[in-house]
């Protein structure tokens, strides 16, 4: 696959940072002109990987999340969201429907949101080191012309 565009930033984990992130994604992605429904579904997952980051992997702490997006041919859209953070001991585990670490409010739907919004969702970690959640979306491809 040929990349057409990349767009790389990076913020710190504060909550307020998630709409941003989310928003930065969105306006990058619009020169592929996805539907309103693909641009809502690559932002909710967005919104969860930030999320996870803030909420799990710096707790009671604030660090870095990289976000990486990458436009390639066929209307593909590549997103990683990596975290130094405290990492994911059981990755498989985490991933499951209702599964949560904290508790309270959390409902562990976070990796099954972006499981249902993207067409392929790939978590690395390593505990003490972090974590990268790349998330794949191929957009519906539009001929572009005289209306």
Same mark, same amino acid.
């Given at each position: 696959m040929k990349n057409i565009n990349k767009f790389t930033m990076t913020v710190e984990s504060y909550s307020s940072n998630e709409y941003f992130a989310r928003a930065a994604v969105a306006a990058f992605i619009t020169q592929l002109d996805p539907t309103l429904e693909e641009l809502s579904d690559i932002k909710t997952a *967005?919104?969860?990987?930030?999320t996870n980051c803030i909420v799990h992997a710096y707790k009671e702490k604030i660090g870095k999340i990289y976000i990486s997006v990458e436009?390639?041919? %066929?209307?593909?859209? $590549?997103? $990683?969201?990596?975290? $130094?953070?405290?990492?994911?001991e059981n990755v498989e585990q985490a991933m499951q429907p209702l599964f949560t670490t904290v508790g309270g409010e959390r409902a %562990? &739907?976070?990796?099954?949101?972006?499981?249902?919004?993207?067409? &392929? *969702?790939?978590?690395?970690?390593? *505990?003490?080191?972090? +974590? +990268? *959640? +790349?998330? +794949?979306k191929r957009l519906e491809l539009r001929v572009k012309g005289n209306a």
């Open positions: *967005v919104s969860e990987a930030v436009l390639l041919d %066929g209307g593909i859209v $590549k997103i $990683k969201i990596r975290d $130094k953070g405290c990492g994911i %562990g &739907l976070g990796f099954a949101v972006m499981e249902s919004f993207s067409d &392929l *969702v790939k978590v690395k970690s390593s *505990v003490g080191k972090g +974590t +990268t *959640v +790349t998330l +794949t």
